[in-house]
């Protein structure tokens, strides 16, 4: 039972970039596999990238190309890389295990908005 703590999240104008960093326990990623979802107001949650316990990974279709997960062992960091950031990239980022099957390891996500 982990809460993890995003940030990174920002204003940015579109086609801007940003790096999003999740903190999770030491040595958590060679436990378990870790993605990054995002849920924009009034939508539900949507997977945007995820990686298994040893570094596969897997883009969701409408991101791929703009996006790129990565993760630090010896920080126990997860990132997200974001790029050329379009205004329907706006919503509250998140990261948790995959599947996320307990709800307590929601964090408080980080928001990200794109907006001139």
């Known amino acids: 039972q982990v809460q993890f703590v995003e940030s990174g999240g920002a204003l940015v104008q579109p086609g801007g970039s940003l790096k999003l960093s999740c903190a999770a326990p030491?040595?958590?990623?060679?436990?378990?596999?870790m993605a990054w979802y995002r849920q924009a107001p009034g939508k539900d949650r949507e997977e945007i990238a995820r990686m298994s316990i040893n570094r596969v990974t897997t883009y969701n279709r409408l991101i791929r190309g703009r996006c790129t997960i990565s993760r630090d062992d010896a920080k126990d960091t997860l990132y997200l890389e974001l790029f050329n950031l379009i205004p329907e990239d706006t919503a509250v980022y998140f990261c948790?295990?995959?599947?996320?099957?307990?709800?307590?390891?929601w964090g408080r996500g980080t928001q990200v908005t794109v907006s001139s």
């Open positions: 030491r040595n958590f990623f060679s436990q378990y596999a």
């Open positions: 948790n295990i995959y599947p996320p099957t307990d709800i307590r390891s």
